[in-house]
Structure formats: structure tokens, C-alpha cells
């Protein structure tokens, strides 16, 4: 193992982390809600589910978030996304992640931040798995095959 | 207003997934790239979430229900 240096973000990615860490206690303090952004997706998806107002309200703010970075943060702030997948393969990998936060009940964020949180052992099982999962993948993608 | 404040919790939420790098894949990836060179920023981001998380979910354990007086799910 060797430490990429020249990409590592202590500072921005510890404030990062306690911004999201700020609003995943406000949603839960305000609203008695887990923020597990792919959870909130999910019922915004759903016809039966009736609550869809806050949902939507809090992934308008998500976009929002997004344009006026960009409008308005340094570009050095910003790590732009950059993705060298084709259309078909993120298709596929999008739906397993559909998939795998459904039947796992959960993402980074509502696993990972807000269930590790509330010292969940369920939440601890989850963040576990896709964390190895991730760790396997990236071995063998990069380095086997 | 408490669409408002849930707009506001999501615009929170996105300037830190911006500014901790979980906006870019390949930073996640090279957080996963063990065997490879290693960006450990992502245990920063974990580690400031749950920081905070646990201050902030062990605030409203103590009481009934949410300031906007749903339950908590």
C-alpha cells in the first residue's frame, strides 16, 4: 500500500463529512427522519407512498446544492465528477445499486452515517459488506483482471 | 416552512458530499484501491459524519418526538 498524497483531503473531506454528518442530525432533530438519500428516492418513486413533500423538498435542496457550487465555489473546491464508463455499463451499475440499497435496506448514508450513529448493528453488518464488496471489486478490477 | 428547512437540510447535505470529494467516483475508488495508491480522505468523511451523527442522534434520543412533532421513524 502506498498513500496517494497528492490527492488526499484531509481538511475538506473531515469538513465535508461534518456538514453531512449536520444534516443527517437536523433532518432526524427536525423531521424524525433517517437521511438515507436512496431511501428518500425510493418513497419520492413509490405511488403508495403518501409523504412525498419533505422528500422532495430535501432533493430539490440536494440539486441546489450542486448549481450554486458551481456557480459560486472555487474550482478547487469542487472535485468534479469525472466518469470514463459507457452508458450501458453505469446503467447496469446503477441498478445494483438500486437493487443492493433496497435489499440491504440502506446506502452510505443511511447505513454508513446515520445508522453507524445510532450504533445499529444492522447498520454496522451493511457498511461491513458494501465496504468489502468494494474493496474485492477494486482489487480485482485493477489489479487481477 | 418545514419544506423550507428539509430544502435547506438537502443544500447542507450536497455542499458536503461536494467538498468532502464523495461527488467523484474515482475518489471513492481510490479509497477502495488498497493494493494500489491509497486516498484515505473517505475515513475523513466517515469520520466526521459519525462524529457529529452521534452527537446529533443522541440529542433527540432524550425526547418524545421531532421539533416539527412527527415521530421519529
Redesign the interface.
Known amino acids: 500500500?502506498?498513500?496517494?498524497w497528492l490527492?488526499?483531503?484531509?481538511l475538506?473531506?473531515?469538513?465535508?463529512?461534518?456538514?453531512?454528518?449536520?444534516?443527517?442530525?437536523?433532518?432526524?432533530?427536525?423531521?424524525?427522519?433517517?437521511?438515507g438519500v436512496t431511501g428518500i428516492l425510493e418513497g419520492l418513486l413509490r405511488s403508495r407512498v403518501g409523504d412525498k413533500?419533505?422528500r422532495l423538498?430535501?432533493?430539490?435542496?440536494?440539486?441546489?446544492?450542486?448549481l450554486?457550487?458551481q456557480w459560486s465555489?472555487p474550482a478547487d473546491?469542487?472535485?468534479?465528477?469525472?466518469?470514463d464508463a459507457s452508458w450501458s455499463l453505469l446503467m447496469l451499475a446503477g441498478l445494483l445499486v438500486g437493487l443492493g440499497t433496497r435489499w440491504g435496506a440502506g446506502c452510505t448514508?443511511g447505513h454508513?452515517?446515520?445508522g453507524?450513529?445510532?450504533f445499529s448493528l444492522r447498520s454496522l453488518i451493511a457498511t461491513l459488506s458494501f465496504?468489502a464488496t468494494?474493496?474485492l471489486?477494486?482489487?480485482l478490477i485493477?489489479?487481477i483482471f | 416552512m418545514q419544506r423550507v428547512i428539509e430544502f435547506f437540510i438537502g443544500l447542507i447535505f450536497g455542499f458536503g458530499l461536494l467538498l468532502s470529494g464523495m461527488t467523484d467516483p474515482g475518489k471513492v475508488q481510490s479509497f477502495l484501491d488498497l493494493a494500489g495508491q491509497w486516498d484515505p480522505s473517505l475515513v475523513f468523511v466517515m469520520g466526521g459524519g459519525v462524529l457529529i451523527g452521534i452527537l446529533g442522534f443522541g440529542l433527540a434520543r432524550g425526547k418524545k418526538a421531532s421539533f416539527s412533532g412527527t415521530p421519529f421513524h
Open positions: 500500500m502506498t498513500i496517494d490527492n488526499f483531503t484531509p475538506t473531506s473531515l469538513i465535508g463529512g461534518v456538514l453531512i454528518g449536520v444534516a443527517a442530525s437536523l433532518l432526524f432533530m427536525n423531521s424524525g427522519r433517517i437521511l413533500a419533505w423538498s430535501f432533493v430539490l435542496g440536494l440539486f441546489a446544492s450542486g450554486i457550487a465555489w473546491w469542487i472535485h468534479a465528477p469525472r466518469i448514508s454508513g452515517i446515520c453507524l450513529s445510532r465496504m468494494g474493496f471489486t477494486i482489487f485493477r489489479h
